[in-house]
Structures are given as C-alpha cells and as structure tokens.
Nanobody, 125 residues
Framework: QVQLVESGGGLVQAGGSLRLSCAAS????????MGWFRQAPGKEREFVAT????????YYARSAKGRFTISRDNTKGTVFLQMNSLKPEDTAVYYC??????????????????WGQGTQVTVSS
C-alpha cells in the first residue's frame, strides 16, 4: 500500500505560480511512476503530467507542456508539480497518483493504483 498526501494548493492570480507537493509513505517511491491529474467542477478528471520512477522520463498533457514541471525526490518520498503562468482554466482539484508498474507515459486514470485526496488550486482572473 502507498499513501499519498498532496499539499501546496491555494488561490493565485492569473500569471502566478504554485508548487504542489505529494508526500508518499508506505513503500519505496522509486518503484512507482507518479502522475498528476486534475478535476475541474463539472468535468472529468484529466491527466496533467507523469514522471518515471527514476525521475528521468517525463510526459505532459498539451495544456501543461511548457508551463508545468513534474519532478521527484525519491530520498524524501515526494513528487512535485511546479506550475507557472497559471490561467483561470487551470482551476481544479489536483491529485497525485502512483503507478506500481513504473511504466512510461501512462495517461489513463485506470493505469494508476493509488491516489491522494487532492488539493484545490484556484486561479483568479
């Protein structure tokens, strides 16, 4: 079992930045690919970014590419999502998730085995 806890969300103006963190416990994080997803009100949960277990491979949704950066520190069991140039359409609950197969570039929600409770990000215009 892996327990995931997100933090770092909040209210920010358009153009601003936030850094989300996801702290993992229960298992060694290096064996898991990690992903960030988000869900806006009235919409389905969608993929944002993923990073491989060793941190060397990343993949982003088109909406995130060039603005968001996913990274990880396996020594601390933490995954990060640095979000820059935020837009109102980035407003959502952001979730981190763990993929026990450590496969590359997985985007479907069903590919991830463990999920956090989410952290709210609100971007005002």
């Amino acid at each position: 079992q892996v327990q995931l806890v997100e933090s770092g969300g909040g209210l920010v103006q358009a153009g601003g930045s936030l850094r989300l963190s996801c702290a993992a416990s229960g298992r060694t994080l290096s064996g898991y690919a990690m992903g960030w997803f988000r869900q806006a009100p009235g919409k389905e949960r969608e993929f944002v970014a993923t990073v491989s277990g060793n941190g060397l491979n990343t993949y982003y949704a088109r909406s995130a590419k060039g603005r968001f950066t996913i990274s990880r520190d396996n020594t601390k069991g933490t995954v990060f999502l640095q979000m820059n140039s935020l837009k109102p359409e980035d407003t959502a609950v952001y979730y981190c998730a763990a993929d026990s197969t450590d496969s590359l570039y997985r985007t479907p929600i069903s590919d991830y085995d463990y999920w956090g409770q989410g952290t709210q990000v609100t971007v005002s215009s």
